[in-house]
């Protein structure tokens, strides 16, 4: 059971945007920044978003970020079949003090 | 650019430890403007973070680890290193190490590495 909390699974046709959300609580999310990865099969997680809406250099706008109260979202725009992946958010969480990340969203574009 | 990359057993039997190291290359663990992070995914389920160890060799790892972790990190090598003891089949995952912020509070995991499978099995 992730700290965080995101759906299992998320899905959308090219061209459509879709949103994944992230829930937290006032130990964690309310109070850091959330940040935001990409992660396909046998590769390393590529960090998407930072900061809960900034985007690293050579991430296209299409992936955006926002965050309010305890929970954060991730949103994808003009959604192409290589955004097909599983999508983790992650903050640091001041009670437990360690890092926490949720459960993941496998998307799927069909 | 920089890249890490892991080694290390692939296959450890319980009850023994488990050792795995990130080699860093484009830039360098001494700096100072980074943490070293260790992060695993057992197969199946979500990312777990292990701990971080910053090059003065101060440490801090996941409460719920039971002080099984040990992080180092070796500053001419450039690479730092995760030692976890008295492993049983749950500590079967993807092991990442990643560069983290100086400020854990505040900061995210720009670099990861590709990811290591150490399989815990008799």
């Known amino acids: 059971q992730s700290v965080l909390t995101q759906p299992l699974s998320a899905s959308g046709t090219p061209g459509q945007r879709v949103t994944i959300s992230c829930s937290g609580s006032?130990?964690?999310?309310?109070?850091?920044?959330v940040s935001w990865y990409q992660h396909l099969p046998r590769t390393a997680p590529k960090l998407l978003v930072y900061?809960?809406?900034q985007r690293p250099s050579g991430v296209p706008d299409r992936f955006s970020g926002s965050k309010s109260g305890t929970s954060a979202s991730l949103a994808i725009s003009g959604l192409q079949p290589e955004d097909e992946a599983d999508y983790y958010c992650a903050t640091w969480d001041d009670s437990l003090n360690n890092w926490v990340f949720g459960g993941g969203t496998k998307l799927t574009v069909l | 650019q920089m890249q890490l990359q892991e080694s290390g057993s692939g296959l450890v039997k319980p009850s023994q430890t488990l050792s795995l190291t990130c080699a860093v290359s484009g830039g360098s663990i001494s700096s100072g403007d980074y943490s070293w992070s260790w992060i695993r995914q057992p197969l199946g389920k979500g990312l777990e973070w292990i701990g971080y160890?910053?090059?003065?060799?101060?440490?801090h790892y996941n409460p719920s680890l039971k002080s099984r972790g040990t992080i180092s990190v070796d500053t001419s090598k450039n690479q730092f290193s995760l030692k976890l003891s008295s492993v049983t089949a749950a500590d079967t995952a993807v092991y990442y190490c990643?560069?983290?912020?100086?400020?854990?509070?505040?900061?995210?995991?720009?670099?990861w590495g590709q990811g290591a499978l150490v399989t815990v099995s008799s």
């Open positions: 006032t130990s964690n999310i309310e109070f850091n920044p």
């Open positions: 160890i910053y090059y003065t060799k101060n440490t």
């Open positions: 990643a560069r983290g912020p100086i400020d854990l509070t505040l900061g995210y995991f720009d670099y």
């Open positions: 900061h809960s809406n």
